[in-house]
């Protein structure tokens, strides 16, 4: 299994495609910072970094299926696929190594911005609670997102179909905190603390103002484990479709 991780680890470190993404996500948070300091009325720099994580998920999410799109459609379109499913390794080692390398270069990507709270809490003031709280529910999210896009890319041949419709699903989950405050399902009480129970963005609020609870942890644990498992017994049944 870590054989296999290495060479996912090294085939993103070893081209472009990692730096770039890296590059592009670090842009896009210092734009955010600069224009967070630029907005304060007050001389301190006093802030907790929670506007700059929401804000930036949203862009992130346009990142996250271009970083999953070719963990399984490429294995598909290069002919290497068959080579993976007859190697000694089980499914579930094949899903949980593809899933940890691409989750490592999200933890490197997450790791450069690490700069930004270091850099405000030498000249003003940072609240490290709900920073540390915003860490983590910004990871858990992107974590969900990484199952999800390589769900879609084993179920895909082609990798940009992968990402095309790992963005639209993406946004869908976005979505979902305006289709449950909408007047139609504000209408139907049930239905909407259904719709607001799934969505990951009401959950990650609370990450971002430095509330942790268990509930969410869970559910985003949960929900990432359910849809690993699903790529799972998506590659067994195509394992086993070809003898």
């Given at each position: 299994m870590f054989a296999l991780y290495k060479k996912e680890i090294q085939s993103?470190?070893?081209?472009?495609?990692?730096?770039v993404l890296s590059a592009l996500f670090m842009f896009i948070f210092s734009v955010s910072f600069v224009t967070a300091i630029s907005d304060m009325t007050s001389n301190t720099l006093k802030f907790t970094f929670s506007s700059i994580f929401y804000n930036n998920f949203f862009y992130f999410i346009f990142l996250i299926p271009i970083l999953t799109m070719r963990s399984f459609a490429d294995?598909?379109?290069?002919?290497?696929?068959?080579?993976?499913l007859?190697?000694?390794l089980s499914v579930a080692k094949i899903v949980a190594a593809?899933?940890?390398?691409?989750?490592?270069?999200?933890?490197m990507m997450l790791c450069t911005t690490l700069f930004f709270p270091i850099y405000?809490?030498?000249?003003g003031q940072v609240m490290w609670a709900p920073l540390i709280c915003a860490y983590l529910g910004f990871f858990l999210w992107g974590m969900v997102c990484i199952a999800v896009?390589?769900?879609?890319?084993?179920?895909?041949?082609?990798?940009?179909?992968?990402?095309?419709?790992?963005?639209?699903?993406?946004?869908g989950l976005l979505f979902l905190d305006r289709f449950g405050?909408?007047?139609?399902?504000?209408?139907?009480?049930?239905?909407?603390?259904?719709?607001?129970?799934?969505?990951m963005q009401r959950r990650f609020i609370f990450f971002s103002k430095g509330i942790f609870r268990l509930e969410d942890l869970v559910f985003?644990?949960?929900t990432g484990a359910m849809i690993l498992c699903w790529n799972i017994i998506i590659i067994e049944k195509r394992r086993w479709s070809r003898g």
């Open positions: 993103f470190f070893f081209s472009s495609f990692a730096y294995e598909r379109r290069g002919g290497t696929e068959v080579l993976l007859t190697s000694p593809k899933f940890l390398a691409i989750l490592t270069v999200y933890i405000a809490a030498c000249t896009g390589m769900l879609l890319s084993s179920l895909v041949g082609n990798a940009i179909i992968a990402a095309i419709i790992g963005e639209i699903i993406m946004e405050s909408s007047a139609l399902v504000d209408s139907y009480p049930k239905l909407n603390s259904l719709v607001t129970w799934f969505s985003f644990l949960s």
